[in-house]
């Protein structure tokens, strides 16, 4: 049953029909007012200047440092120990004088002194793993051994190691412009990144003793220097990555003679390390473009990973303008590799992976790769090193420039589950991603995990979505953040949090960022708008060392939309978005023409419910005094209620004769009107994406910009308009404006049914063929076995 009201016009006023839905008290008018989500947020950041301008790109006296490396590493596959020694050029820049240069000694947050052991908390359940109880006490030597600093001529030079940084002093002040050359000679023992964890360190495979090493912080590198940080002076704690500067590498790994090596950069002694086959495999890979072609073989990969050769070899690697370098070496590797051509840039997709990684890694890993490349160039920049390369490993994904360690290993019987699959997938895509944030679009990790892992994951869904159209992507559709932000807000930091204070790391700094780009794209700013700022985002910083006001201002400078609201609202705070459908009063255009209007009211007069002790006197009571009683009768009791009179008809008359011919029809249109009140409960305001549903299923779906929340009132309250009238009115129908709270976004409210299982309780869990934890792959092939047995009995 549905209550309509009339709306009555008096010339141009309309009076209407109404139905009341979950009305709420109006005492929200004490609101959040004083608090306005709109004021400008150029207030908060940084003041620009000549080296960032006010439009969010680098000012015409940006500058950076560069700084060149020249490295010999030893790898020792005895003792799983590292030696290095470097050359570094160091050049100024900057416009200012340095008296000493800091480095960072990232490997210290391993050693037995290092503060990340004593800051972490520990909250132990009733069980904790063995791992947990002795990170309690850690045994591991780790960290840098620093056996020599001199300068070019070999002098001493003074340092001083602060935990995770060292400060170098300079024999004399380095002036604008000026270089210095230093050396460094150091060690350390490789953490085995199976029992302790890490980004890198080492997995052994106790199948022919082989090890598989992924290495990366190996090297003392230099601090940043900025204009708007100076020294940058946040130690390494584990959470926060790298704040990096720019230069080219000259790396020369020394390793087992059997060992293959992967790195950052191009090898540039193939015909030293290569045998004339191989050689012959990596020229064809750079002509092909299709499929990737083996330059070692999982044959040939088992082979080598029986036996060990004595001897050494030496691997040379040239990179050109990177942030920091890895690279990873085993004699288990199989090595795969195709060309993609992306613009003018011909890099080589590349994968590692021991057989344990196969048949998923032969597969996928450098398809994946590739395809990653195409897409973040489409929506970035393209991609300009020479190669990209994809290292597995079981279950870490970690990156570094044209280089990253990926996780995703199949069951040993060669099986493995959709999970395994897409999480393999995602990862690499995800690590690969990572060339373009943070490796050349180069923001400060330490500081600002969201500019890297958000904008990245941002970009990983929309290749993610660009690799198989229902690609199962964990994060960057709106609907899936909900459960995250709509949570315990003491739990929840906003995102612009510095790295080592953010709760829920993943969701946070990955998760809600990503979606918020997606939000701006499909819903704030629409796709073409979004996409052409966001590429001038990277195309502004690629190769320099933007902050997250320059990603701010660019995205408005760039497409034209005021965003403060959307940057202060999702970045700033840890408020959520739940916009109610508070009221629906629900209008008809009142005709004026008695007839019409009679019919109308009696028809509604008889959806009324009639009343209990009317329904039983009629019963009880069989006849009234008034049924006996004829003299009891007047003008009242014999005249019709909905009987309409010759005035009525002639007072109506008169009265359309002075209405437009417009007006007259308005009249008689039949539209509907809505008057809905939208209450903000969640602080974020959104734009409201209203679907009107009609009976036969079809829906109208109308966009309301942010901006109608201008006056941050927790209410609006605005009328729509529409032919027929509606079954039901939904907000946000196709949940893109990440709405944690979808039971108050339907009119007339509507309950969703949930499933739940019932069961009976069995005395063991496995089935009579035999457990069921196994993945679905394991099952299809028990499934043709049993259809064998079966065929053949
Ligand atoms: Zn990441």
Not at 181 to 186: A, H, N
Not at 267 to 279: G, W, Y
């Amino acid at each position: 049953m549905k209550l309509i009201s009339r709306l009555r016009f008096y010339s141009c006023i309309l009076t209407v029909f109404f139905f009341t839905t979950n009305a709420q008290s109006q005492q929200d008018q004490v609101s959040s007012t004083n608090n306005n989500v709109f004021r400008q947020l150029g207030t908060d950041l940084p003041t620009p200047n000549m080296y960032r301008t006010a439009s969010g790109a680098p000012g015409r006296e940006y500058w950076q440092q560069q700084v060149d490396y020249n490295m010999k590493i030893k790898l020792d596959d005895n003792t799983q120990r590292i030696d290095g020694s470097e050359t570094i050029t160091y050049t100024n820049n900057s416009p200012d004088e340095l008296r000493y240069l800091w480095l960072q000694l990232d490997q210290n947050m391993r050693s037995l002194d290092s503060d990340s052991h004593k800051i972490g908390e520990d909250l132990w359940g009733d069980s904790e793993s063995f791992r947990t109880v002795k990170k309690l006490k850690p045994t591991f030597e780790g960290g840098f051994n620093i056996e020599s600093v001199v300068d070019s001529y070999g002098e001493g030079l003074d340092y001083t190691i602060n935990k995770t940084m060292m400060r170098v002093e300079l024999p004399k002040v380095l002036k604008p412009g000026e270089r210095f050359v230093f050396s460094i000679d150091w060690w350390y023992n490789i953490n085995d990144r199976m029992q302790i964890g890490g980004r890198s360190g080492f997995e052994h495979f106790s199948e022919n003793d082989n090890y598989l090493y992924t290495i990366a912080q190996f090297y003392p590198r230099l601090v940043v220097y900025s204009d708007n940080e100076g020294w940058h002076n946040k130690q390494f704690l584990g959470n926060g990555e790298f704040t990096l500067c720019f230069g080219d590498y000259n790396v020369a790994i020394t390793v087992p003679s059997d060992h293959l090596v992967a790195s950052t950069g191009e090898l540039m002694n193939p015909k030293t390390v290569l045998t004339p086959e191989q050689r012959k495999r990596f020229e064809l890979a750079k002509r092909t473009t299709d499929q990737p072609v083996l330059i070692v073989t999982e044959a040939e990969a088992r082979e080598a990973e029986k036996g060990k050769e004595k001897g050494l070899k030496t691997w040379v690697f040239s990179a050109k303008n990177v942030r920091d370098f890895g690279w990873a070496s085993s004699r288990k590797f199989i090595w795969d590799a195709m060309t993609v051509p992306v613009g003018k840039y011909r890099p080589l997709a590349m994968s590692f992976y021991p057989k344990e990684g196969n048949p998923l890694w032969e597969q996928y890993s450098t398809k994946a790769v590739a395809q990653t490349l195409k897409t973040y160039s489409k929506y970035t920049v393209d991609y300009s090193y020479p190669v990209a390369i994809s290292v597995h490993t079981k279950w870490i994904g970690m990156e570094y420039p044209m280089i990253c360690f990926n996780g995703g290993r199949p069951a040993a019987d060669g099986t493995y589950s959709a999970r395994t699959k897409h999480g393999m997938i995602s990862v690499i895509i995800h690590e690969v991603g990572h060339n373009f944030f943070p490796m050349i679009i180069n923001s400060d990790e330490r500081q600002w995990t969201w500019m890297d892992e958000g904008l990245n994951t941002f970009v990983q869904f929309l290749a993610e979505q660009e690799f198989d159209r229902d690609y199962p992507s964990r994060r960057g559709a709106a609907r899936d953040i909900t459960g995250y932000m709509g949570g315990d807000k003491l739990r929840i930091s906003p995102i612009m949090t510095n790295s080592e204070s953010i709760y829920h790391f993943g969701p946070n700094a990955y998760g809600k960022p990503a979606t918020a780009l997606n939000i701006l794209r499909e819903t704030v700013m629409g796709r073409d708008l979004f996409d052409y700022a966001f590429k001038e985002y990277s195309r502004r910083w690629a190769f320099k060392h933007p902050t997250p006001a320059d990603f701010f201002r660019t995205m408005e400078d760039a497409s034209g939309v005021d965003l403060d609201w959307f940057w202060r609202g999702w970045f700033y705070t840890n408020d959520h978005v739940d916009i109610s459908l508070d009221e629906v009063r629900w209008m008809q255009i009142d005709t004026q023409n008695p007839e019409v209007e009679a019919a109308f009211i009696k028809s509604q007069d008889e959806l009324e419910p009639s009343d209990i002790s009317h329904d039983r006197d009629l019963v009880d009571v069989p006849v009234t005094y008034l049924d006996v009683d004829p003299t009891l009768n007047d003008y009242y009791t014999t005249t019709g209620k909905y009987e309409v009179l010759e005035l009525d008809r002639l007072e109506y008359e008169e009265k359309i004769e002075y209405l437009s011919s417009e007006e007259r029809e308005m009249l008689v249109s039949g539209k509907n009107y809505y008057e809905i009140t939208f209450r903000n409960l969640g602080g974020l305001v959104m734009p409201l994406i209203i679907g009107f549903e009609y009976e036969n299923g079809e829906m109208e779906v109308v966009r309301i910009p942010a901006e109608v929340w201008l006056m941050s009132e927790p209410t609006v309250t605005k009328v729509f308009a529409t032919d027929r009238a509606v079954s039901s009115i939904i907000l946000d129908p196709y949940l893109e404006t990440a709405d944690c709270d979808l039971s108050n976004n339907n009119w007339p409210p509507r309950p969703q049914p949930t499933r739940f299982e019932i069961f009976k309780q069995y005395g063991s869990s496995s089935s009579r063929y035999g457990a069921q934890d196994d993945n679905p792959m394991q099952r299809a092939e028990k499934n043709d076995e049993l259809l064998n047995e079966k065929s053949t009995d």
